[in-house]
């Protein structure tokens, strides 16, 4: 294991706008006219509990605006897809899930995010077998890790880039690790999304959701820079934690 640092300004991060990558957020959904979205064009659905597919991908609760904003403020020239599981409050199934993570990497997506996750064991097989389902069509998974000594799914199997919160980063900053007997990239990024103008840091949200959206706007770049890049162990070459 070996692990590096990177800013925003370092090779292969740097001038990089994740130009013709598509990244798909699994989340609450985004609303296009908010501010920190920028008038970036956005398209998506929303996965119902009873498997019904639609186009409302409208964010009713911030939490999946805050995480694409927090990715566009690192890659602003991504495609993004806003992929809605959640209503009224932060939940849903696994089964919604492993729906939603397929959609994404059979409509295109390059990137995942997940700035969720299931500690629940009982969840591994069909979470596992979506995944690898995602690394045969191209689609690299950034879901959380690790947070408050809480181990997450997916973001502990293998093939993903699991994403713990670092203190010592800003969200210019990222670091990565990598282990190559799991195919396995680990990086570690700040908890914080984009400010809020009047808004005081410790009143913003923050928190693991918003270190995996970090990550996943360094990722973004990074593909921008190499399309060849499609799982995690070119990730981890690319940025040479492996050999």
Do not use: Q
Request: glycine content about 10%; proline content about 5%; charged content about 20%.
């Amino acid at each position: 294991m070996s692990a590096r640092r990177f800013t925003l300004d370092d090779p292969p991060f740097a001038g990089l706008t994740g130009r013709g990558v598509r990244v798909a957020v699994i989340d609450s959904g985004v609303h296009p006219t908010n501010p920190h979205i920028g008038g970036v064009p956005v398209s998506g659905v929303r996965i119902a509990g009873d498997g019904e597919i639609d186009g409302d991908f409208v964010d009713r609760i911030g939490h999946g605006t805050a995480v694409a904003a927090a990715i566009l403020e690192k890659a602003p020239a991504i495609d993004l897809v806003a992929v809605r599981v959640f209503d009224r409050s932060l939940a849903t199934s696994a089964d919604v899930l492993a729906r939603a993570i397929s959609w994404a990497a059979n409509n295109g997506a390059s990137l995942i995010n997940l700035s969720l996750g299931t500690s629940n064991p009982a969840r591994s097989a069909v979470l596992r077998a979506v995944v690898d389902d995602a690394v045969a069509a191209s689609a690299i998974v950034v879901s959380a890790f690790e947070s408050d000594s809480v181990i997450w799914l997916p973001g502990s199997l293998p093939n993903v880039v699991g994403v713990t919160l670092d203190p010592a980063c800003d969200r210019h900053a990222v670091v990565v690790a990598a282990d190559a007997t799991l195919g396995s990239v680990r990086l570690g990024a700040s908890g914080y999304p984009r400010p809020i103008e009047g808004v005081p840091v410790e009143r913003n949200l923050s928190g693991i959701s918003f270190a995996v959206a970090n990550a996943t706007g360094f990722l973004a770049r990074l593909l921008s820079r190499d399309t060849n890049i499609r799982d995690t162990r070119a990730v981890a070459r690319a940025l040479a934690v492996v050999s």
